[in-house]
């Protein structure tokens, strides 16, 4: 069952990429436009992952530590992009920050054009990524003891040091491997960036855009050799969550 | 003043009652903790009313009592993590309720330790002084001195995780006698443990304090626990202190019924007095009584222990024994280091006080036990070798000590 459904998709990326020689492949990866477009998905994927974990942290903070009305809503409400389809999400942006969106609308007169620039890509990526951090960072503070801080506070440590040194050590494996499911969403992001960015070759088209541009005009290979590299960066990413969890983890 | 003149101040004097040569009689006197007048309210329920006490420099101080008593709320509001409705914690002289918890130096040691689990051993203990900004080579100094007071050397690049519970706990109060703690505090410290590393650790924790000198409180529910650990115990029932006294006082003069029962067995009859005696079935037990207390004809209750309970086969009563009745023996029983005998007491003349027909009642253990007229002793293994004693055979109790109390509930039937 796994053979046809799971492995050999993967394998053929690889042996249609490698069909035609390494040269070939190599040639189709240094292109200017592949290599823009690999470089522009790291840079919107990286920021976008440094928003919603510093985010998610916050908000697992305050979700875990205070009980406040309508926090159970908030919840909901943070975590519901899961559930959204990613391209009812860029649809949703574009309706918020195109040139006659509700908010577009109004900086558009001074110049400002938030859609179809990278700035749009980061944004889209947020919002489809935006429970992943939080999601795996809550249950790690709901778990965790409490008396830990409370001995941190009467030993003499004022509340920064208690997150500094007490809390934030706890939730090592917690943020690195948000981190990099954000990071790995983010990379594979397709249905919403498609909408917002444009998709300008060399300006706003990422790595997962590139390839679809590439295999719309026929240019297999183009559209192999970055799929190939995505392939194995998500390979790479999923063994890094898997091998290093006993070290996250680490007592 | 501010308040870090006033902890250092604390501090230095802490310092000087650390080496025995200064801790002078002005010193050991001094009050190191008190808690006036304290009450803590959790919405409309009153958890803790009015509680005060104090505790000197170098004692060890147990609140015991059962689990919702309020004894841990009390700890934490020492500690900070709690503010009291009303009342003043009081460490070293210095008023310290408005101050938050790490502001006051205190030093806690939680149920479960709390070690910092990503910290090795020595870290832990470093921590309080890290977070001061001490020199590397103070805390080093202060680190290694520490270690080899609680016998961890070996074990300073390990983590928690890799310890027994006994080493964890020696740690964490390696950790808070790292920056010189005012008081410690030790919440239910060996309730995670097995019986025998119980005892064996509580053995060591008093040694570790005696050598130290810094005052502490304890909280347990353990009995046996508290009249061990304790300089002073004091038993907290429905969040206001029972009694509060040395072990020996607690465990021989309990001032209410609760005390009397929850340190143990406790054999409780009623009686009435009668100028300088009090009135129990047939007997007349003679005692010194407080004549403001106690007035002539009134109900009272007498409480002994089952070891204070003394059985012969014949009449004679010995110097100190106060003879109580004759009895038969309902039920001996083996329970290790003793011999545990259910007496039943002879019906005697009525009583003034008795509610129903009977002349004696009794409670052991807990008051709900209250039902019949026997009562429980026990017998050393000695005599219970030496004589033999079997059940249906009949006996004169006496009793070696006992402690009279007001049973306010009831007035006596005048006659």
Redesign the interface.
């Known amino acids: 069952m796994m053979l046809p459904l799971v492995f050999l998709p993967l394998v053929s990326i690889f042996v249609f990429g490698m069909r035609n020689g390494l040269d070939k492949f190599w040639g189709a990866l240094t292109a200017q436009e592949a290599v823009f477009a690999l470089k522009l998905s790291m840079a919107t994927s990286f920021w976008a992952t440094v928003f919603n974990v510093l985010f998610g942290l916050f908000a697992a903070y305050v979700m875990s530590r205070y009980n406040f009305w309508g926090r159970n809503a908030l919840i909901v409400t943070i975590s519901l992009p899961t559930a959204i389809p990613t391209a009812v999400a860029g649809f949703a942006l574009l309706l918020l920050w195109g040139p006659y969106g509700t908010l577009g609308r109004f900086l558009a007169p001074h110049g400002i054009q938030v859609m179809f620039t990278a700035g749009a890509i980061i944004l889209a990526n947020i919002f489809v990524t935006f429970p992943l951090a939080f999601g795996v960072i809550k249950p790690v503070f709901d778990t965790m003891?409490r008396?830990?801080e409370?001995?941190?506070?009467?030993?003499?440590?004022?509340r920064w040091?208690t997150f500094w040194?007490?809390t934030l050590?706890?939730l090592?494996g917690a943020i690195v491997s948000g981190a990099l499911l954000t990071f790995a969403r983010a990379v594979g992001e397709f249905g919403s960036t498609i909408l917002v960015s444009g998709n300008l070759a060399g300006r706003t088209q990422t790595a997962p855009l590139y390839i679809f541009a590439k295999f719309n005009e026929g240019q297999i290979e183009a559209a192999n050799a970055i799929a190939i590299v995505l392939a194995l960066f998500s390979f790479l990413i999923f063994s890094v969550l898997f091998f290093a969890r006993d070290w996250l983890d680490v007592? | 003043m501010s308040t870090e003149e006033n902890v250092l101040k604390a501090k230095q004097k802490l310092i000087e009652d650390h080496d025995p040569s200064t801790a002078s009689t002005t010193a050991s006197a001094q009050k190191a903790t008190s808690v006036v007048g304290v009450s803590k309210r959790f919405g409309k329920t009153s958890v803790l009313e009015n509680i005060s006490f104090d505790v000197a420099e170098g004692e060890a101080l147990v609140l015991l009592g059962a689990s919702g008593s309020g004894k841990t709320t009390i700890l934490r509001i020492i500690?900070?993590?709690e503010q009291p409705y009303t009342g003043h914690v009081i460490l070293h002289g210095r008023d310290v309720t408005e101050l938050?918890?790490?502001?006051?130096?205190?030093?806690?040691i939680?149920?479960?330790y709390?070690l910092?689990?990503?910290?090795t051993v020595e870290k832990n203990i470093g921590?309080?002084l890290?977070?001061?900004k001490r020199r590397r080579k103070e805390i080093r100094e202060t680190v290694n001195e520490l270690l080899s007071l609680v016998q961890l050397e070996e074990h300073r690049k390990k983590?928690?995780?890799q310890l027994s519970g006994g080493q964890q706990q020696r740690v964490a109060i390696a950790?808070?006698l790292a920056?010189k703690p005012e008081v410690l505090l030790f919440d239910e410290p060996f309730g995670a443990l097995d019986t025998q590393t119980r005892v064996h650790l509580r053995r060591e924790i008093r040694a570790l304090l005696r050598k130290v000198n810094v005052p502490a409180i304890f909280i347990t529910h353990d009995q046996e626990e508290a009249l061990e650990l304790g300089d002073r115990v004091a038993v907290i029932y429905k969040g206001h202190i029972e009694q509060i006294g040395t072990p020996f006082e607690i465990y021989n003069q309990p001032a209410t019924e609760y005390v009397a029962t929850f340190l143990g067995a406790a054999n409780i009859l009623e009686g009435v007095v009668r100028n300088n005696s009090v009135e129990v079935g047939p007997a007349r037990l003679s005692v010194q009584l407080d004549k403001q207390k106690f007035k002539d004809g009134e109900c009272v209750k007498i409480i002994f222990r089952p070891e204070d309970v003394s059985l012969s086969k014949t009449d004679f009563v010995r110097p100190g024994h106060h003879k109580l009745s004759t009895a038969v023996i309902e039920e001996v029983s083996f329970v290790g280091a003793y011999e545990r005998l259910r007496l039943q007491l002879d019906k005697g003349a009525t009583d003034a006080c008795a509610t129903d027909d009977s002349a004696f009642f009794l409670t052991t253990e807990t008051p709900e036990a209250r039902s019949t007229q026997s009562i429980i002793a026990t017998r050393p293994k000695p005599e219970a070798t030496i004589t033999k004693l079997n059940a249906g055979e009949r006996v004169v109790v006496a009793i070696t000590s006992f402690t009279v109390l007001p049973l306010n509930q009831k007035q006596p039937n005048q006659k």
């Open positions: 003891n008396s830990l409370e001995a941190s506070a009467t030993i003499g440590a004022t040091q040194y007490v050590p706890s090592r007592d | 500690a900070g993590l938050p918890a790490r502001e006051r130096g205190v030093g806690v939680f149920q479960s709390a910092f689990p990503k910290m921590y309080g890290k977070i001061r983590f928690p995780s950790r808070t920056y």
